[in-house]
């Protein structure tokens, strides 16, 4: 079955040190995105990929980097990761199109920041 | 801009009771948007519940049902009678109809569905 699997489910980290978030799909879908979620938001968009080697910046990508070294796997850097960043972060990929597609997401990595 | 506002939760219904989760959305800069309705389950990630790409048309699943009113801007979720496995996070998100990676959700809402 098609899935979308993101490693760690929690992290704790320090103030300034490196995360790596990670994301693999098994739905051979192009698009990939990664989400963070935080109370009183909807989910905002940080990066998002149109396949193997390409990142793009979404709405609020400041203190993020994204890396897709292949068409299965996305990954969302912290270089400097900070208290602001404690949130729950998505994963997801959708089929390519012009337009929006239904995503498939993954279970979400609890990232807290202390 | 584009936006999406839904009903602010906790929502706390009866098992049994019927249930109605306002969406409206403002597409500005979208011809033709794609509308969505995901939910949350405790633990895991958002899943599709229904999806309605063309105005005046309605989805269903589950149970649910939405209707895409391009008049009154709206897409509310209804459920005549839910149940406690209905429990869970429902977000309302507007897809744009030519960049694929535009797409708006609102903040979710708290569904508590009492035995």
């Known amino acids: 079955e098609a899935a979308v699997t993101q490693s760690p489910r929690n992290k704790v980290a320090v103030t300034g040190g490196k995360v790596t978030l990670s994301c693999n799909q098994t739905?051979?879908?192009?698009?990939m995105y990664w989400y963070r979620q935080d109370t009183g938001h909807g989910l905002r968009l940080i990066h998002y990929?149109?396949?193997?080697?390409?990142?793009e910046k979404g709405d609020i990508p400041d203190g993020y980097k994204a890396s897709r070294p292949s068409q299965e796997n996305f990954s969302l850097i912290l270089e400097l990761a900070t208290p602001s960043q404690t949130s729950v972060y998505f994963c997801?990929?959708?089929?390519?199109?012009?337009?929006?597609?239904?995503?498939?997401f993954g279970s979400g990595t609890r990232l807290t920041v202390l | 801009g584009d936006s999406v506002t839904q009903t602010e939760g906790p929502v706390t219904v009866s098992e049994s009771e019927s249930l109605i989760i306002n969406c409206t959305y403002s597409?500005?800069?979208?011809?033709?948007?794609?509308l969505f309705w995901y939910v949350r389950y405790p633990g895991e990630g958002l899943q599709l519940l229904l999806k309605v790409i063309t105005a005046g048309q309605k989805g269903s699943s589950r149970g649910f049902e939405a209707t895409y009113n391009k008049e009154t801007t709206s897409f509310h979720l209804q459920k005549a009678s839910v149940q406690e496995s209905d429990s869970a996070v429902y977000y309302c998100a507007l897809g744009h109809d030519t960049n694929a990676y535009k797409v708006i959700f609102g903040k979710g809402t708290h569904l508590h569905v009492l035995p």
């Open positions: 597409a500005t800069s979208i011809a033709y948007p794609n």
């Open positions: 997801a990929s959708a089929p390519p199109g012009r337009s929006a597609e239904t995503l498939y």
């Open positions: 990929s149109y396949g193997a080697g390409s990142t």
């Open positions: 739905n051979n879908h192009n698009n």
